[in-house]
């Protein structure tokens, strides 16, 4: 009988302090009590295997850590946008979305959305762009290093040069006697329908679908046929 008596007896004293604590969670008039001494706010964790993207400035930075060269660190900013955005007809808010917003919220927009996002990111590396339209498309170049520089993140394409300048609208030679090249990275549905181009004064054009280890001539006119069993690089 002791036992069941001290039994109940500890279950009520359980029963009426737990009504107690529920009373007091459920007070709303209480003012807030003392701040603890030292205590930290806004914790931010961060891994140096991701893009922190609390901030166009962060993913920039992040984004482009350890590229030694302005050419490595686009290129990172190209991969980023082809990982974070796909093709749709971008989102629509009352007075736009800004550009953080669609990375982080969405990740989808058209290509000239999708190119505005990637040149935001570019503005803060301190680089300079530009917009490149065509009927059906909208695509921008950065500017760095006294050039513009063609990444395409909707149609999977980006430009690189081996001693070229631009001068008089043209594509030249930077040093007479030398060869000069200009490799266009192609990964887009459009080849699937025909693969042409134009190439005025290039003495030949090659591509190639094992990521540039070997290369064949072709004609710009239709070059479908050397590229049906992968992508191309002209």
């Known amino acids: 009988m002791r036992i069941r008596k ?9 029963g009426v302090a737990g009504l107690a604590l529920v009373q007091a969670a459920r007070a ?3 003012p807030p009590g003392p701040e ?8 931010k964790v961060l891994t140096d295997q991701a893009p922190d993207c609390s901030s166009l400035k962060s993913i920039a930075e992040t984004v482009t850590r350890g590229c030694k060269t302005n050419d490595a660190k686009a290129i990172a900013i190209y991969n980023f946008m082809l990982l974070t955005h796909y093709h749709g007809v971008e989102p629509s808010e009352d007075g736009g979305v ?18 505005i996002v990637e040149s935001a990111l570019w503005r803060e590396l301190g680089w300079g762009w530009r917009f490149v339209v065509w009927p059906g498309h909208t695509t921008t170049e950065a500017i ?20 070229v300048n ?6 030249v030679p930077a040093a007479a006697g030398k060869p000069a090249a200009v490799v266009l990275r192609v990964a887009s549905f459009y080849i699937m329908v025909k693969a042409s181009g134009e190439a005025a004064a290039a003495d030949k054009v090659a591509v190639s679908v094992d990521g540039g280890k070997s290369f064949k001539v072709v004609e710009l006119q239709d070059f479908g046929a050397a590229v049906q069993d992968g992508s191309a690089c002209p």
């Open 6 to 14: 001290l039994s109940f007896a500890l279950l009520v004293a359980v």
């Open 166 to 171: 631009y001068a008089g609208k043209a594509l």
């Open 144 to 163: 760095y290093d006294d050039r513009r520089h063609y990444f395409d993140a909707f149609l999977k394409s980006f430009l690189s040069t081996e001693n």
């Open 98 to 115: 800004p550009a953080l917003k669609d990375i982080n919220c969405y990740g989808w927009a058209t290509c000239g959305a999708t190119h």
């Open 28 to 30: 709303t008039d209480l």
């Open 36 to 43: 603890a001494p030292g205590a930290v706010k806004r914790v």
